[in-house]
């Protein structure tokens, strides 16, 4: 079975562009998760999707912002613009509809803005 | 307020010994689960061990299992017999569960150099 992937592996672009992430979950997944690390600091949550729908955007840091996760499956997040504050590492993770279940993550994406 | 506390940043173990990572967390649910990730070098997360707040025994997978101690409100992760692919990052996290709160928060990590 596949494990959660992540596209790109990196992605360097310069302050005030844009940049969309993307995350395919693992297949029957219906919990999808966005995280991120910032250089130096804690791994931190920015929003949960339950199938298409968001359950939780409590973390997400402004509306440069965006996250969708269209029919359920694959979910993308958006920067734009990206400020230099948004270097770091975004993961995605997943895990079936239960509370209990275990979150599994992604390889991440690795975002420098210059 | 920090939920989760990694104090140790950084530990080095000898090759085939054990190593006791320390982590303290913060909540005031009467259910929550506790779980410990790897990152390598490499940068995926890998999830290693899981402590549910209601399990009367400590959690064993492999060679890596908890001391969870509740009402210290500690889940310290042991690995024993280190091996040099143990070198990586690892983080504590928790979930609160009575909040019906899905997301996990993590601690600052420890990271982990086998020596040879």
């Known amino acids: 079975e596949a494990g959660v992937t992540q596209f790109p592996s990196h992605s360097v672009i310069e302050k005030g562009q844009t940049v969309t992430l993307r995350c395919d979950p693992i297949?029957?997944?219906?919990?999808l998760y966005w995280y991120r690390r910032v250089m130096g600091k804690e791994i931190k949550f920015l929003l949960h999707?339950?199938?298409?729908?968001?359950?939780?955007e409590s973390g997400m840091p402004n509306n440069r912002f965006l996250a969708e996760r269209t029919g359920g499956t694959y979910s993308t997040l958006k920067v734009q613009p990206a400020e230099l504050e948004d270097s770091g590492v975004y993961f995605c993770a997943s895990s079936q509809d239960s509370s209990r279940e275990t979150q599994y993550f992604g390889p991440g994406t690795r975002l420098l803005v210059l | 307020a920090q939920k989760i506390t990694q104090t140790q940043p950084g530990m080095f173990v000898q090759e085939k010994e054990a190593v006791t990572l320390d982590c303290t967390y913060d909540t005031s649910d009467p259910s929550y689960g506790l779980f410990w990730y790897k990152q390598p070098s490499s940068g995926e997360m890998i999830f290693l061990i899981y402590?549910?707040?209601?399990?009367?025994q400590n959690a064993t997978e492999g060679r890596y299992s908890l001391n969870f101690q509740k009402a210290r409100k500690s889940t310290n992760l042991v690995i024993s017999a280190s091996q040099l692919g143990d070198s990586a990052m690892y983080f504590c996290?928790?979930?609160?569960?009575?909040?019906?709160?899905?997301?996990?928060?993590f601690g600052a990590g420890t990271t982990v150099t086998v020596r040879a």
């Open positions: 297949s029957g997944h219906d919990n």
């Open positions: 999707f339950v199938k298409e729908s968001k359950q939780d």
């Open positions: 402590q549910g707040s209601y399990d009367q």
């Open positions: 996290a928790m979930r609160e569960i009575w909040s019906n709160d899905y997301k996990l928060s």
